[in-house]
């Protein structure tokens, strides 16, 4: 039987199990990732066909696979025709659930084989699995694991798997229909689109240093300063750009009212920016770092926090209401300095949501917190933060997710893993009665798309920017997560804050499209 004939849907896998039975055939049963196919798989499958006549492997698919950020490295579809492939394997299934039990519970194996590693496992996805088959007769059994391997420690060891991303970038445009003349004309569609942008502003300078040696009183790095530069950090590069992707942005924050402030709106309303800003803050926030070329060697935040008074709160939402009559989308950029206050959004909220079609929003900073945005179409927060906002550092990323989405109600999220990429969850239909969350909740993973990392400052700013102003223009979320993380790859590969263009952003896209083909990775 050719391999492709081996991978079965799950109706067939059960006929094939009847037929076994009726015919007095001994099933076999294993059940695992398979990332890369090694010589302790072949031994473990080899074991395990020798326990019976028939070999029936399945596979966690794709979305449930809980080893880490990019795994699995293999997509279900070449891990089960590797699997299949095998001389002793005689059926091949992807298993959508998280566990196998389901699986086990309808197939009911005479034998279920698991790795020696799993005799004194106590884990409970491997008990209740071992339940399922012990509880209709069945046989757990353990093979021998002379050959011991592990893929991922295989997979961090290989020096090319980068090479895999270019293949899970094509696939994730290929399974959410996204093709270079739709990219490019969602693009185009941001030309003279109306947004709004709230929070923060945040002024990042970036101190040149030269590295001198150790300091003569102390066992400290001594450094010269070379020059500053000034970049518009926080909302105000939320906004700018904006305003480089031909949007038309207003910009929603406070400033000082002394020549700093004003410096800082006259750049802004240079770019394109609409700014309306109060100038009640006693001074800018600042971000200090220091490098030296293009590393940073320390960072001093120069910054207060200033909460609205309950009048402030007032004239702040009516800005903000009046600012969002006719446009297509508002972004919250809260950076935790006091302008966006739970006040704020509880009086807010009810008013801005059916003035406006999407509404988006990400925090930074230990004085921020996500679970302020009650029903919002995206939040864009990276893995850690999300963590530290649910204080859950253990469960995989798809339940945290979940629980972000139940104490939020928000309906879609980018999270962010830094040079990793990112992972797109949504809520694509409702959840019947008795059915588990995961086959409500649908993730995508996402590589970075960035050739070089030069500075991750700002990286997140530009995907919440192009994300949202995809989202405010139609856009589907897959959409939103692919040209944002384009612009993410432009921020990351330029030193500070400076603002993205729709010539910059169309160029990456031609550059991504040409370089991510279906024969590239066999080639």
């Not at 389901?102 to 409970?124: F, I, M, S």
């Not at 309906?411 to 959840?431: C, E, N, S, W, Y």
Request: hydrophobic share 40%; with cysteine; charged share 20%.
């Amino acid at each position: 039987m050719s391999p492709q004939r081996k991978i079965c849907p799950i109706d067939r896998l059960l006929a094939l199990r009847r037929e076994a039975a009726a015919s007095g055939k001994t099933v076999v049963h294993c059940h695992g990732c398979f990332d890369i196919v090694h010589p302790g798989h072949i031994q473990y499958l080899q074991f395990a066909k020798s326990q019976g006549n028939l070999l029936i492997v399945s596979l966690t698919a794709d979305p449930n696979v809980n080893k880490g950020v990019a795994r699995p490295l293999i997509p279900q579809d070449l891990r089960a025709a590797s699997v299949a492939a095998l001389e002793c394997v005689d059926f091949v299934h992807v298993n959508p659930d998280p566990t196998a039990v389901e699986l086990l519970q309808a197939l009911r194996p005479d034998v279920y084989v698991k790795g020696r590693e799993y005799e004194t496992n106590h884990d409970p996805r491997f008990l209740a699995e071992r339940d399922a088959v012990t509880g209709h007769g069945g046989r757990v059994i353990f093979s021998s694991g002379d050959v011991v391997y592990s893929s991922t420690a295989l997979i961090g060891s290989v020096a090319g798997a980068h090479l895999f991303n270019e293949e899970k970038v094509r696939r994730f445009r290929q399974a959410h229909a996204l093709n270079g003349a739709e990219l490019s004309n969602t693009i185009h569609r941001f030309r003279g689109m109306r947004m709004v942008v709230v929070g923060d502003y945040i002024l990042d300078r970036y101190h040149a240093c030269d590295a001198t040696g150790v300091a003569a009183e102390s066992p400290m790095m001594s450094l010269r300063l070379l020059k500053s530069d000034d970049f518009d950090g926080g909302a105000a590069i939320v906004a700018s750009h904006l305003a480089g992707l031909g949007c038309e942005p207003t910009l929603i924050t406070a400033v000082t009212d002394d020549d700093a402030g004003r410096r800082a709106e006259a750049r802004l309303t240079g770019r394109g920016v609409d700014v309306a800003a109060t100038r009640d803050r006693r001074s800018l926030s600042t971000k200090h770092r220091y490098l030296v070329d293009a590393t940073k060697m320390i960072k001093i935040d120069d910054a207060t926090t200033s909460p609205l008074d309950s009048g402030q709160t007032n004239k702040l939402c009516d800005k903000i209401l009046a600012a969002a009559d006719g446009a297509a989308g508002v972004i919250f950029a809260d950076f935790g300095y006091g302008l966006i206050t739970s006040g704020l959004l509880d009086q807010l909220m009810p008013q801005l949501r059916p003035r406006v079609p999407v509404i988006t929003a990400d925090v930074s900073g230990t004085q921020s917190s996500l679970l302020r945005f009650r029903g919002v179409d995206l939040l864009c927060p990276t893995e850690r933060e999300v963590r530290q906002t649910l204080n859950d550092f253990s469960s995989g990323l798809n339940a945290v997710v979940h629980r972000l989405f139940q104490t939020t109600a928000a309906k879609q999220a980018l999270i962010t893993m830094g040079k990793q990429g990112l992972v797109a969850f949504d809520q694509h239909r409702p959840t019947p009665a008795g059915e588990s969350w995961e086959r409500r909740l649908r993730s995508a993973y996402l590589p970075s798309l960035a050739n070089t990392v030069i500075d991750s400052l700002g990286c997140g700013d530009a995907l919440l920017s192009v994300a949202s102003a995809t989202l405010a223009g139609g856009g589907s979320l897959h959409a939103a997560a692919y040209l944002g993380s384009l612009a993410a790859s432009i921020a990351a590969e330029q030193l500070g804050n400076i603002p993205v263009t729709i010539d910059g952003v169309m160029a990456r896209l031609n550059e991504s499209i040409a370089s991510v083909q279906p024969a590239r990775l066999a080639s």
